[in-house]
C-alpha cells in the first residue's frame, strides 16, 4: 500500500478520494516510513520540523500530526510554505534559523512528541543537541543527515559515525539507516532523549 495523508495536494503529488500520495524521493520521512524504519511517529503528535523549506514534508506531517512548528530560514521557500499552512490550522510557519533555537522558544511548546530534522547545513548533529529542549523525555527525534552538508571531500560513512559520535551526548540512538535508493548518502537517525544523569 502506498505511503500517503488526507489533506490539500502540495507539491503536484498524484491524489485519489482527498488522500495524497507522500513521494519517498521527495521526502527523507517519506524514505524513512517507506523504509520501514520504526520511528514512533503517531496521529496527534506535536512536532518541531526543522528545514521545513516550501513544505513538501511537512505538509504531510501537519496532515496527521498536531500542533507541527515548520522552522525554515530561507525567506523564498517560506513563501510557499504560508500558501500550504493556509489549509492546514495546526501548522505553523517560523522564519527562523534551526541553529538559534532561542528565537523561536517562545513560540514553541515544550515537550514534543517529535523533532524532524532534515537541515542542509554543517553541524547537522549540533542542531539536533540545540533543539532537544523541545522533546519530551520519551520524544523521538527523527533525523536526516546529508554527508555532503558536512563535507563534499569527506567519505559519507565518516561523516556519519563522527555525526553520531556527537548526538550521543544528549540522544540514545534507536536505529538508523541509509536512505539509499531514494536519497543518495544521507542517513536517518532515530533517537531519543537521555535521562539526565541522577544527582
Ligand atoms: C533538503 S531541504 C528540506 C526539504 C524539506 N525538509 C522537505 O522534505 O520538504 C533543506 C532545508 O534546510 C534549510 N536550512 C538550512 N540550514 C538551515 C538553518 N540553519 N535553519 C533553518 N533552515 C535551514 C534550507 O534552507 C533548506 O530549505
Redesign the pocket.
Known sequence: MALATRGEPVYGEPTADGWRRWDPH???LGAMLELGLDTGFEAGDGVLY????S????SHVADVAGPTYA????PR?VRDLLTVCESRPNLFPLL????QPASYGHVVEANLDVIVQ????TGQAT?ALENARFLAPDGRLLLSIKARSEDVTREPSAVFEEALETLESSYEVLGTRKLDPFHEDHLAVVATPRAPPAE
Open positions: 521527495r521526502s527523507k526543522l528545514g521545513a523549506a513544505g513538501t514534508t511537512v522552522v525554515e530560514f530561507a521557500p527562523a534559523d534551526a541553529r532534515d537541515v542542509a547545513t542542531v
